[in-house]
């Protein structure tokens, strides 16, 4: 008997049609692709890399995120989610990479990662043992953090190129672009049908791509000037080991591991409507801290869990491995061809902007969907609103920790995922495991109490003879 062909988009093992499988899979590839640009962007600049050193960063960042999201598909051994997640080169590190850039160069950035990524590691062996330290009230507070923090990048997109001081910041018709933007992408996933609502992302970049043609505001210079293949080379860059420089890559690939966590259960939770097995989180963690080891080797930086794809599988519900595959293999070719990426890199920021901040609610609504999971108790609620003050009041005053040390200031003030972590992280360690039942019980045992004294004190009145004033 024939086996008939799994081609369900809503199955991880389904295999769709490429004509229904490409415009889903392309529209992850748009979500990520400025997120992982960007902090090779910043790290040249910080160190001080020639131009061909920063076009030599920033191919090797997108060939990396390729890679590494078809080895996380697909998995080696223990290695590997096996989930529908993109990984790549991200946000997370930069403020720690731009603390050791500054200090030690590339060099010493690479020989952080080396040790940060075996940490990892060591994470990834480790987690089937100490899981029940991240609970829901946990992994949800840093998944809720994650989407309330990428507010700011998809407005700054919308309004220009991110810089506040770049020229023409603000400008209205960057808002144009990116509402326009923003409209098409809700009429396309609210009342769109089939694929149509499905690709909304997509549909909206494209839409502004194309207002954004007759405005004048696409610009194919990178085109022009990129080649056609380039091979990524083994050790472009040497490594150097410092100290300071290891302790605080140790420190944020830690809380990256938490940040992977809250990624992975939002994956599970909000895509595939279950929680996250044990094997695939020690896959997770296991394989993320192999892929930035061996991307030292090669000048990559750190890689992690994208959010904004984990909005849009929560979004969309596509869990198929063939679609996020298909990413994975754009973002590879991107990497060997670097013409192929800067015509991706052709996309106006304020397209990028408007097209993902509905993706960025998703992530923070994904996080409350985990927080409620477990019970709002007063102790979980203690914890998540003092995670959430701590961290975006500090995101939001950084003079306030202007008299710590500088690697800690870049630490915990460019990262409010960083604080809300630790702060969740500790506080469901201290704070006493109450319930909601034990709640309920102190209430009623207290006012039994209340009611057996005022009772007592009635009978004791009653018992006094007329005209007699109570004994104190």
Known sequence: ?????NTSIFDFHGRPALTKALPLSLQHVLAMIAGVITPPIIIAGVVGATPEEKLLLIQIAVLASGVCTLFHLYGVWKFGARLPAIFGVGFAYVPTLIAVGAQFGIEGILGAQ??????????????????????????????????????????????????????????????AVGLVTLITVL???QFGRGVIKLSAIIVGILVGYLLSLALGMVSFGSVAQASWVAVPQLMPFSMEFHASAIAAMVVICVINSVQTIGDLSATTVGGMNRELKTRELTGGLLGNGLTTTASAFFGALPTSTFSQNVGIVAMTKVISRFVLALAGGFMLLAG?????????????YPVLGGATITVFGMITMTGIKLLIKDELSARNMTIVGLALALSLGIAEVPAAIERFPEWLQNLVGGAPIVV????AFVLNLLLPNVTLDDEAREREAMASDDKGESGCGARQEMRQPLGKAPRG
Not at 1 to 5: C, P, S
Not at 340 to 346: D, E, N
């Open 1 to 5: 008997m024939r086996k008939i062909q």
């Open 114 to 175: 080396l040790i940060g990524g075996i940490t990892m590691m060591v994470v990834g062996y480790f987690i089937q043992y100490i899981r029940h330290l991240f609970p829901p009230v946990v992994a949800g507070t840093v998944v809720l953090v994650i989407g309330l923090s990428l507010y700011d990048i998809a407005v700054r997109y919308m309004a220009g190129n991110g810089n506040v001081n770049a020229p023409g910041f603000g400008d209205p018709q960057n808002w």
């Open 187 to 189: 009429v396309a996933s």
């Open 336 to 348: 060997l061809s670097p013409k192929f990426g800067a015509i991706m890199t052709t996309i106006p």
């Open 420 to 423: 809300a972590a630790i702060t």
